[in-house]
């Protein structure tokens, strides 16, 4: 079964400063990921997305990811935050029906993202 | 605009009653979802349903039911026999059968009283 670990539960950055947030996965095949952001009450917005193909993917509101195979890994960058990046994240992990098991996505435990003025 | 939509967005109950959220999409999606969120747990799939009159379980269905007879439609009830269902509930619908790729929608607060 798949899995996905984000090990930051809360990252302070000062607005204007440069963002990494860490996510990493556990899928026996290539895996689709997806970063999310969600603001306090709301629903999840999708910020980007890998299946396949050059590996630095472009998202919304300047935010980009790397996806390293030999380590498991999508973590999201963002050269410069501002203070409306305040949110909480989630890396989530997509998987191909194939005739059994839960077809949702499998989701990360979230980062708490605070900005300091 | 094309979205999904969930009503109510604030939803209490006496403990021992059912209640049934709702979700509505317009996007013309096959798969729609439902998820919980807990404090620093993530989401948690409950229910999915890939088509019309088909529905399946998640990882934590037991204690909520579905149903599924229209394709914009898919809510959830949340009966007496689910022990801690306070949360927060989302709703999700996808297209793309092979990436899983999901929007959703802005989600419903239930609190038990």
């Known amino acids: 079964a798949q899995s996905v670990t984000q090990p930051d539960i809360h990252i302070t950055v000062s607005e204007g400063a440069s963002l990494e947030l860490r996510c990493n996965y556990s899928?026996?095949?290539?895996?689709?990921l997806f970063w999310y952001v969600q603001s306090p009450g709301q629903g999840l917005q999708l910020l980007l997305k890998?299946?396949?193909?050059?590996?630095l993917v472009q998202g919304i509101k300047g935010f980009e990811a790397e996806f390293k195979r030999s380590q498991s890994s999508f973590n999201l960058r963002k050269p410069s935050v501002h203070w409306s990046d305040a949110a909480e994240y989630f890396c989530?992990?997509?998987?191909?029906?194939?005739?059994?098991?839960?077809?949702?996505?499998?989701f990360g435990k979230g980062t708490h993202l605070i900005i300091q003025p | 605009d094309g979205g999904i939509t969930q009503s109510p967005k604030y939803l209490f109950r006496k403990e021992g009653q059912n209640v049934t959220l709702s979700c509505e999409q317009n996007?013309?999606?096959?798969?729609m979802y439902w998820y919980r969120q807990d404090p620093g747990q993530g989401l948690r799939l409950i229910y999915y349903?890939?088509?019309?009159?088909?529905?399946q379980k998640g990882d934590i269905a037991e204690g909520y039911s579905v149903s599924r007879e229209k394709k914009e439609s898919f809510p959830l009830t949340v009966t007496s026999a689910q022990k801690n269902p306070t949360a927060f509930y989302l709703c999700?619908?996808?297209?793309?059968?092979?990436?899983?790729?999901?929007?959703f929608g802005p989600g419903t607060r239930l609190t038990v009283l």
């Open positions: 999700a619908s996808s297209q793309e059968r092979r990436t899983n790729e999901q929007f």
């Open positions: 899928y026996g095949a290539t895996p689709y």
């Open positions: 989530a992990v997509g998987s191909y029906l194939s005739g059994g098991g839960a077809d949702g996505l499998t």
């Open positions: 996007l013309n999606h096959d798969a």
């Open positions: 890998y299946f396949s193909g050059d590996t």
């Open positions: 349903s890939q088509i019309v009159n088909d529905f």
